[in-house]
């Protein structure tokens, strides 16, 4: 009984009682074979504008190799068929020749390869309705739009469909940033507007922020030289000074006209009993400033707020004498 070749390969199957004597060399071809079919890179160079690529029984070809390499200068279009045509066959194509290459294997469909692009084909081995598909074309159909991925076209529809807003230069603003997963994470809020552990707090559709758990500040220290102090509104809402001579207070850094700003102030008197001079635009009930508390260690707590950049700071005392 003869030898036969499988169909895709051409890999010779040595029949029982064939080729004594040979069964090396035809093993060896036909390892030559698997190894071309599987890893092997050939470089196809063309000219005119029709060739073959060609698979043969139980010989080195180039229709066995898994990549091809398209070279050489074709005079226009150029159309390879794929033989034989009951082959079934997978091909990673990169066409480095000017013009486009049409690849078939019968009368059914086929592919171009466009100059200087790159496909990855299948060829069904039908026979004389041979068709051949691209790999890559075929996965369009699941980066649609229809389907919510991507756009192969068109960048700014294919973010769209991903749901992603940012153009190009505000993604961008992100390749030298250095967070880590959880820091991102920090930004998976439930709920807009509404504070939660751990996360970013963030303003409603109105910009309304809702605190779920307590808000804990700074309790600011103010000290005092040559007889003034600043209190600077951007450096918190809570401020303490313990009294070491006579002051004169200066509030600076209030917010623009239209916002409001408040601070608490907690005086500690001295061992000897200092005073205060408020600033000029701090509005007392009945105009009048309280007088503080005169024993050591006398504790004094003053609340400030104002919505006209600090024009006028409307004052009140919380309480006196808390030691």
């Known amino acids: 009984m003869p030898s036969t070749y499988t169909t895709n390969g051409g890999i010779e199957k ?12 035809t093993t060896n071809t036909n390892f030559d074979i698997i190894d071309r079919i599987t890893n092997g890179v050939g470089t196809i160079t063309l000219s005119g504008t029709s060739s073959n690529l060609q698979t043969s029984d139980g010989a080195l070809s180039d229709g066995q190799y898994k990549a091809l390499v398209l070279a050489g200068s ?14 079934q066959k997978i091909y ?10 049409i690849f078939d294997q019968g009368s059914g469909a ?6 200087g692009q790159n496909d990855i084909i299948y060829c069904d081995g039908a026979g004389a309705s041979g ?22 076209s068109n960048a700014a529809t294919a973010l769209t469909n991903l749901g992603i807003n940012a153009t190009a230069a505000e993604l961008n603003k992100l390749s030298g940033a250095t967070v880590s997963t959880a820091e991102i994470n920090y930004n998976d809020i439930t709920t807009l507007g509404t504070s939660q552990a751990s996360k970013t707090v963030t303003a409603d559709a109105n910009g309304v922020v809702i605190f779920d758990a307590g808000v804990v500040e700074d309790d600011t220290s103010i000290t005092s030289s040559s007889g ?20 004169t207070y200066t509030f600076s850094n209030a917010p623009a006209s239209g916002r409001a700003f408040g601070f608490t102030l907690k ?11 408020w600033p000029a635009a701090v509005d007392w009930a009945g105009a009048t400033a309280p007088t503080l508390s005169t024993g050591s260690g006398d504790v ?9 950049n600090g024009t006028t700071w409307y004052g009140f005392t919380a309480g006196q004498d808390m030691s």
């Open 14 to 25: 040595i029949a029982t009682g064939e080729q004594s004597g040979s069964w090396g060399d």
């Open 74 to 87: 074709p005079s226009g279009t150029h159309t390879i068929t794929v033989l034989p045509n009951d082959a």
């Open 92 to 101: 990673f194509i990169q066409n480095n020749t000017a013009q486009s290459v």
């Open 110 to 115: 086929n592919v171009t390869v466009a100059a």
């Open 131 to 152: 068709a051949v598909v691209s790999l890559l074309n075929s996965l369009e159909g699941y980066l649609t739009s229809a389907n919510n991925l991507s756009d192969l």
């Open 228 to 247: 003034t102090a600043t209190i600077n509104c951007q450096d918190g809402n809570v401020f303490s000074h313990t009294l070491t001579e006579d002051v």
């Open 267 to 277: 005086v500690v008197q001295d061992s000897t009993a200092r005073t205060i001079t």
């Open 300 to 308: 004094d707590v003053f609340v400030f707020f104002t919505v006209d």
